[in-house]
């Protein structure tokens, strides 16, 4: 089976079987969704969702948040992984919004990345969820089942694989297989002991080799 083959099998079989794959991170706008993204790293969506109900409690905006002291913010998130560096960028971040985005989130690449705490997986994921862009966040999961299913070659790194998905994944399906991917690999294709007889996508995997069965 062709790479081209393999990525029309994957299409089909997640636009039946999980045809609304969408972020597991609770967030009503796009500034909650960035804070959660930053906050999710190394770290799972369940705490994250746990923490962001306070958080947002006490600070619903960019412009509350800018005004909240470092120590502030980590009283609220200091049960994530990191949350010495988190609340540091957290606060940056907010300030920044307001310095020079007047409270908006932006919408390139180039301006997320400016953002403290943004690098260019939580910028493709704001880009992807947000603003509908053909932008693939590869995080821990879409590198590994990528790599599994060996639809990706000679891919190293995060940025090698998401060239080598986005240059096969029609541009209109790039944004919800992120979320395929991402899924399959949190709930299936786990990194221990992933649940091979139950997938569904394993007749084209190349790791379990059971290609054509």
């Known amino acids: 089976m062709t790479i081209k083959q393999k990525f029309e099998f994957l299409i089909d079989y997640f636009s039946r079987h999980n045809p609304?794959?969408?972020?597991?991170?609770?967030y009503n706008n796009s500034f909650e969704l960035l804070v959660a993204v930053i906050l999710s790293a190394q770290c799972t969506d369940k705490r994250v969702n746990i923490v962001t109900?306070?958080?947002?409690g006490k600070y619903p905006t960019?412009?509350?948040?800018?005004?909240?002291s470092v120590e502030e913010i980590y009283e609220c998130i200091k049960s994530v992984s990191y949350p010495n560096n988190k609340s540091k960028h957290l606060s940056g971040m907010a300030k920044m919004l307001i310095s020079d985005f007047g409270g908006?989130?932006?919408?390139?690449m180039e301006?997320?990345?400016r953002l403290p705490g943004?690098?260019?997986k939580t910028a493709n994921v704001i880009l992807a969820i947000i603003y509908d862009q053909p932008a693939m966040a590869v995080d821990t999961h879409v590198f590994r089942v990528s790599h599994r299913l060996g639809i990706v070659k000679d891919a190293p790194t995060p940025l090698e694989v998401e060239k080598q998905l986005t240059a096969h994944i029609p541009a209109d399906k790039i944004p919800i297989a992120h979320h395929w991917l991402i899924l399959h690999g949190r709930y299936v294709c786990t990194a221990k002991n992933p649940k091979c007889e139950e997938c569904g996508i394993r007749a084209v995997c190349e790791e379990c080799g059971s290609e054509g069965t």
Do not use: I, Y
């Open 111 to 113: 301006e997320l990345t």
């Open 104 to 108: 908006e989130v932006p919408g390139t």
């Open 20 to 26: 609304n794959a969408a972020s597991e991170l609770e």
């Open 53 to 56: 109900k306070g958080l947002f």
């Open 62 to 68: 960019a412009a509350a948040m800018a005004t909240a």
């Open 118 to 120: 943004v690098g260019r």
